[in-house]
Each structure stands twice: as structure tokens, then as C-alpha cells.
């Protein structure tokens, strides 16, 4: 196993569907429509991007981050068609990377056009297994809305444990929402790796 980010650029996840890849200023308008749905930010916590700008400014902080090592973003998208690459539909990273403690977090969210097909979930394999194969993490923090039962799902599928649970964490328009909390262990997921 290496050590943490003993790699250059930002280096290309793949799946049998997907492109997990780095994110730049082209895909503003699509994380506007992933992060300004409502129905997304509920189950993900944080209000709805409201213009364009909001998504810029996302996309800025994404650089000083990953050069800080403080977190490592991906734009999920479809497989190219005929060689044009597929518009980012979702988002996937690492973040709070604890070097020390060789553990970081992970967060996903996905354009709604796209929930129940398996992509989060494919994603989110493709990412563990750089996280744990080549970061050499020992383990992978996730949080996701109670009501969220489709991330429930499948963070258990991939061998999280649910660890806590935090009641009305978060509000929007005056609702309050619980949310769980999920560990991976690097022997975890190796073993729901091999069962899957």
C-alpha cells in the first residue's frame, strides 16, 4: 500500500459504467443541477444552490483542497458514447483526510434523474477501493438523512456499520431530519469486496 497521496493528478476511477473524474469549470451548469434540486440537499443536508455562481464557487474550492490533501473530489459520469464523454451526473469524495489516523470521510450525491440504478453504489465501490487500496486507509467515515433508506442500503452493502445516530442533525424549510453515522473499516470492506 502506498501512503497518502503519493500520486500527481488527480488520477481517473473506473467501473463498468462509469468515469469517476476530476471536476473543472465546464461542469458548473451540472452540479447546479445536481445541488439546486431540493430533493437532492434534503437527504444530503446544506440548502440548494440557487444560480450558477454557487456551482463555481464549489468547483473553485475544489483545487486548494486537494492541494492541501485535505479532500479529493470526483465528478461521476456515464461512459463515453461513441467517444463524447458523458456530463457529470453526480459527485464523489474523500474528505477530512486524517493522514495521521489514516481515515477520512466520504460523501456522495447523485442527480436525481439517476437514483435506483446502482450508480451511488458503484461509485462509492470505486472510490473505497481507492481509498483503502491505494491511500492505504484504515478507515472511511459516511453520514446520510435517516430517511435516506436507499444510502442505508447501500452503505451496509458495502460493510459500513452504523455507529450512531444524531437526532434532527439538520433542518430545511423548518423540517428537521436525523442522521446516521457509518464506519469501514479497510478489513471490512476487503471482505464485502470478495463476497459481492
Not at 22 to 28: E, N
Request: charged fraction near 25%.
Amino acid at each position: 500500500m502506498s501512503g497518502l497521496f503519493d500520486f500527481g493528478e488527480l488520477p481517473v476511477l473506473e467501473t463498468e459504467r462509469l468515469t469517476l473524474r476530476p471536476i473543472g469549470s465546464d461542469d458548473a451548469e451540472a452540479i447546479l443541477r445536481i445541488r439546486g434540486d431540493i430533493e437532492v440537499t434534503r437527504l444530503y443536508t446544506g440548502q440548494p444552490y440557487q444560480s450558477i455562481t454557487d456551482a463555481e464557487s464549489f468547483i473553485a474550492s475544489l483545487g486548494p483542497d486537494y492541494e492541501a490533501r485535505r479532500a479529493i473530489s470526483w465528478g461521476i459520469t456515464l461512459k463515453e458514447v461513441d467517444g463524447v464523454p458523458g456530463e457529470v451526473i453526480g459527485l464523489a469524495a474523500l474528505h477530512d483526510i486524517a493522514s495521521d489516523d489514516r481515515r477520512s470521510g466520504v460523501r456522495y450525491e447523485l442527480q436525481r434523474a439517476y437514483w435506483g440504478r446502482g450508480i451511488a453504489s458503484e461509485a462509492l465501490r470505486a472510490v473505497l477501493t481507492f481509498a483503502f487500496d491505494q491511500l492505504g486507509l484504515n478507515r472511511v467515515e459516511a453520514s446520510c438523512a435517516a430517511i435516506n433508506a436507499a444510502s442505508v442500503r447501500a452503505l451496509k452493502r458495502l460493510g459500513f456499520t452504523q455507529e450512531g445516530q444524531q437526532r434532527e442533525r439538520h433542518q430545511q424549510d423548518g423540517v428537521y431530519y436525523d442522521r446516521l453515522l457509518f464506519g469501514l473499516l479497510a478489513r471490512e470492506f476487503q471482505g464485502a469486496s470478495e463476497a459481492a
